[in-house]
């Protein structure tokens, strides 16, 4: 046994089809572009990667997603229309928890954990102009790439803040919140190399902590008719549904639909033999094998 399937054996109980799951994680994922329609739009887009001999494929269910097929995606950063701004290299998976939060043009948005701005990005894009986004990073280091990704996708109505999640003020309500938290990241080892990281039980817990304590600010900051979007890129139920369930049960929070209609399979309703809060099937757990990207977890609520 491959120390990989070694470390997802204890997901085997409520991953469907495991050996198909085991699979798809051995193979790369398909390459994907995002298209910013500040700067241009899909059908130019796609007429100009074609023009270069790109492969490229549009999806149905994120009309700003393309899939570049063939044997050039490794070229799709040195483009002239990726320096300026025209599209983002962005995984299907991670556009997935932006759309969720059915952001609407005029909106305040805060997204909590920003950095490198896949999210952020997409979120200002639907803003349309409108509105504002505050991209929250709490690593410097890691504001240089959000920085530089706002101004090449010429994102107007941002502005970065560097507080930790957690300490973020509660001065401003929110009418979005996202809080794609910092996670073990197990959705993203995908590809005949990848390798399992370090999760011992001592980092997982601390992760778990710092979970709760984001998602609780991030609750603490939506507007009375505010929404929250809660991502992971992890399989783990103890960073993603026992997060969520007990701060949801203890702000009365209800947990909505998305609206994406994607091949995803449900959150867990119960975890060794504990009962979660009422919808949370409604989460989505993106696996490889169904949805063909990074695996994922996005769940979104509201207050009741």
Not at 35 to 48: F, G, I
Request: net charge positive; charged share 25%; proline share 6%.
């Amino acid at each position: 046994m491959s120390r990989l399937t070694k470390h997802y054996e204890r997901y085997k109980e409520f991953i469907p089809d495991f050996d198909e799951f085991m699979a798809a994680v051995k193979r790369d994922q398909p390459a994907r572009i995002r298209v910013n329609t500040l700067k241009t739009t899909v059908a130019e887009v796609e007429r100009n990667l074609t023009a270069k001999g790109f492969e490229v494929e549009r999806t149905t269910w994120n009309p700003y997603l393309l899939t570049i097929k063939g044997d050039r995606p490794k070229k799709l950063g040195s483009t002239l229309m990726h320096s300026l701004g025209h599209y983002y290299v962005q995984s299907a998976s991670s556009s997935v928890a932006a759309l969720a939060l059915d952001v609407k043009p005029g909106h305040r948005v805060l997204d909590l954990c920003a950095s490198p701005g896949s999210k952020t990005t997409f979120i200002a894009q639907l803003l349309e102009g409108k509105g504002l986004v505050v991209a929250n990073e709490p690593s410097r280091k890691r504001l240089t790439p959000l920085t530089t990704n706002l101004r090449r996708l010429g994102i107007t109505n941002a502005v970065t803040t560097t507080y930790s999640g957690q300490n973020f003020p509660m001065r401003l309500k929110f009418d979005r919140v996202l809080v794609d938290a910092p996670c073990s990241g197990e959705g993203t080892w995908r590809g005949p190399d990848a390798r399992p990281k370090n999760t011992s039980e001592s980092l997982r817990e601390r992760l778990v902590k710092r979970q709760q304590q984001i998602l609780e600010r991030g609750i603490q900051t939506m507007a009375p008719d505010g929404q929250l979007v809660y991502s992971t890129c992890t399989y783990a139920p103890e960073e993603n549904e026992n997060v969520v369930g007990p701060l949801a049960a203890k702000y009365d929070l209800e947990i909505l639909d998305t609206g994406l209609k994607i091949n995803a399979c449900p959150g867990l309703t119960q975890i060794e033999g504990v009962k979660m809060p009422d919808g949370m099937e409604k989460a989505l757990r993106l696996y490889p094998h169904r949805f063909d990207s990074e695996g994922f977890f996005v769940i979104r609520m509201a207050r009741r």
